[in-house]
């Protein structure tokens, strides 16, 4: 259980590493492909800060029927863990646009979360640092991360299996 611990921060560290970096002045990258949306309801409670997230209320919807929720906890696709944190599902993939907003697509594609990184909180990260609790991610033990290009990293667990992948338009880390 330590181990998981251990290896979720040092996951968290080499982030905020990258995020940290990349905010000294790194121009914005080119735009991504986007992956196919589709209407769903977020996963999770949003009925307490407990579970990780504030209920939003009608927040604007652009038109792909998910309200924007608040996120108070880091992303945690290891569910079950000691630490705790908003659950998405392994395989999901967390999509960080230039206009401040974060969606998270399930496995299937299918959207699940919508967040503005203006109502997100900063949380204290390794290293002494304090990011958006939208760029902190528990992942499972042994996990290890792949830097597909300047904006994509896919994180992969002990047996090779695809756990995340991240994709940040905001910070360019090359």
């Known amino acids: 259980m330590m181990k998981k611990i251990i290896t979720g921060l040092l996951v968290l560290f080499l982030l905020s590493i990258s995020v940290a970096c990349a905010k000294e002045g790194a121009p914005n990258s080119p735009s991504p492909s986007t992956p196919a949306t589709a209407p769903a309801q977020p996963a999770g409670s949003a009925d307490s800060e407990e579970d990780g997230v504030v209920d939003s209320g009608d927040a604007d919807s652009e038109e792909d029927g998910v309200e924007f929720t608040i996120v108070t906890k880091p992303l945690d696709v ?18 960080h646009y230039k206009n401040g907003i974060m969606k998270v697509f399930g496995p299937d594609g299918t959207l699940i979360l919508k967040t503005r990184d203006s109502e997100t909180p900063e949380l204290p990260a390794p290293g002494g640092h304090k990011i958006l609790a939208t760029y902190q991610y528990i992942t499972p033990n042994r996990s290890r991360n792949e830097r597909v290009d300047d904006w994509t990293t896919k994180v992969y667990d002990e047996n090779g299996e695809l756990v995340l992948t991240v994709i940040d338009e905001i910070h360019k880390t090359r």
Do not use: C, Q
């Not at 863990?81 to 999509?95: C, D, E, L, M, Q």
């Open 78 to 95: 290891d569910s079950g863990n000691a630490i705790g944190g908003y659950p998405i599902p392994r395989g999901s993939t967390v999509h």
